[in-house]
């Protein structure tokens, strides 16, 4: 039996099982069981997050024998058929390979035939922003006055490519970014249900990786089982993903506080000749700052995207640092980003860079000298 994809074998098959979009599927539940369903959607969103496969459950929904349902039956020949992407009354059409008119006059021509199996004729564009201007009026006229067993459903990731002529005439449905905790929850379902062994760390960085879309995840997922097998560590997913160790980091942030410099520069060449992008690598560094930052602003831990066993440690290193210095480090890390964008020499940069974080002078120190000189001047002001 050949290998399908966890992505599509884990596409969900009932509005109930979409994650993190129950403010679409409960919308769309309630209306096809009020009868009152709109002519034209659009679904807009970022990629990944489950715009094609909630079209596919709508259109799944109008046209199921028993239906219309709000719980298609997936067995019908309709409803296997839309799964299959075979059926003729569910048309699936990308906007980016289709854009322009003559596909669009195509489409009204053919609208105007009678559903052959379901109630309706339902045409998914996906990517509709990619349409030509000349592809959108004439759509805008099937808008207009679709005929009775008619139903658009647009995707896109680009809403404000979409003229408002067309906006205008669809009920809009915003999906959102999958929260991390949730892909990391529903990654570990998978796991769990195909008999992966997975450590959290792993899961976790696969969950950032995929930064909000649920497919992403499911993909990285994928090639990492691919390159490990079943069990799947941190160690792994760093390999396969080029991920840098927490710890690194958090060496760094030793060798600032310490001011030593000999342990910065041989950090620098390691994490050089490791192969890194310096790049990502200042991303996560970018983002250290940013956890230690916010640690020592809100002394808690819950606003933290890292694995369970860093905490107490955020917390420990936070303490040693002023507000006042995480806020001049983060400074220094993102002007070593834009220097580093222009630069002929990255290593140099990115050593200079890190040597620059150890030189700051810290504002705790800055905010003792100030008070001394206002003690001075005061005493100074007295005596005169
Ligand atoms: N909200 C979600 N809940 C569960 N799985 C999802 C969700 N969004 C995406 N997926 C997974 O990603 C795959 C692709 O999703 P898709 O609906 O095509 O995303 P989009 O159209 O928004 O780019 C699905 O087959 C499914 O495995
Ligand atoms: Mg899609
Ligand atoms: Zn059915």
Known sequence: MSYVVIARRWRPQQFDEIIGQEHVSKTLSNAIANERIAHSYIFTGPRGVGKTTTARILAKALNCEKGPTATPCNEC???????????LDVLEIDGASNRGIDEIRNLRENIRYTPTQGKYKIY???????????AFNALLKTLEEPPEHALFIFATTEIHKVPATILSRCQRFDFRRIPLKTIMEHLQNICKKDK??????????????????????????????????DTVTFADVAQALGVIHQDI????????????????????KEVFDSGYDINEFLI??????????????????????????????????????SEGDLIGYLQTVAETMQQLKTSQQPH?????????????????????????LNVLKKKLLNQT
Do not use: W
């Open 77 to 87: 020949a309709s409803c296997k058929s839309i799964t299959m992407g075979n059926s």
């Open 196 to 229: 992966i062994d997975i450590e959290e760390e792993a899961l976790l960085q696969i969950a950032k990786k995929a930064d909000g879309s649920m497919r992403d995840s499911q993909s990285i997922l994928d090639q990492i089982i691919s390159y490990s097998g």
């Open 348 to 372: 140099l940069k990115f050593e200079l860079g890190l040597i620059k974080l150890a030189k700051q002078p810290a504002t705790a120190q800055i905010e003792d000298i100030l008070e001394k």
């Open 284 to 321: 996560g560094l970018e983002e250290h700052f940013r956890n230690l930052l916010v640690v020592r602003s809100t002394e808690s831990t819950e606003f933290l995207d890292v694995a369970e066993n860093y905490l107490e440690r955020y917390k420990e290193v936070a303490a040693a640092f």
């Open 124 to 134: 998914i564009i996906d990517e509709v922003h990619m349409l030509t201007k000349e």
């Open 249 to 268: 980091y958090f060496k760094i942030t030793d060798y600032i506080k310490d001011s030593q410099i000999k342990e910065l520069i041989l950090q620098a």
